[in-house]
């Protein structure tokens, strides 16, 4: 009898395992992984010029080819996508992503980044702000440059 019971609760067990392989196997990527993308406002000044994404994220760049200050745009810790970001680019969580900020700025190398709450608030702070790069959960409309698309 408890040779039975071991059996059907391994079959069930395994058939789970199966359905969720299969599952993981037939979904999107685009579902599967949480894209972020990196943008700015369509007149930005990085041009044509290749870009360095995570120096301008770390805060590494903070200048454009021209000369003009990059204000960086991150989320803040209401964000969805506050983690992800720490995670891609700090190794980390986005607390490290905070703190990694915190000794740039206390240290004179970098000014403060701004933090959104939404991809909504990063895209209205990218349509008043000059030279602005900023992080979204979601692919922004057709009237911003997408500098790079993060998987």
């Known amino acids: ?46 041009g044509s010029k290749s870009i360095n994404v995570s120096e301008i994220i770390t805060g590494k760049q903070r200048k454009w080819s021209d000369g003009a200050p990059i204000v960086v745009i991150l989320p803040s810790k209401e964000a969805p996508h506050f983690n992800a970001v720490g995670d891609h680019w700090f190794n980390g969580s986005g607390s490290a992503m905070q703190r990694h900020w915190l000794r740039l700025v206390f240290s004179g190398r970098a000014n403060v980044p701004i933090y959104a709450k939404s991809d909504a608030e990063v895209l209205a702070i990218l349509d008043r702000t000059e030279g602005a790069v900023g992080v979204v959960k979601d692919a922004p409309p057709e009237t911003y440059q997408v500098l790079s698309v993060i998987n």
Request: net charge positive; aromatic share 6%.
């Open 1 to 46: 009898m408890l040779c039975l019971r071991t059996t059907k609760r391994l079959t069930s067990h395994l058939a789970c395992l199966v359905g969720l392989c299969l599952l993981w196997l037939f979904v999107p990527d685009s579902v599967a992984a949480a894209d972020l993308y990196v943008v700015a406002a369509k007149n930005a000044n990085g």
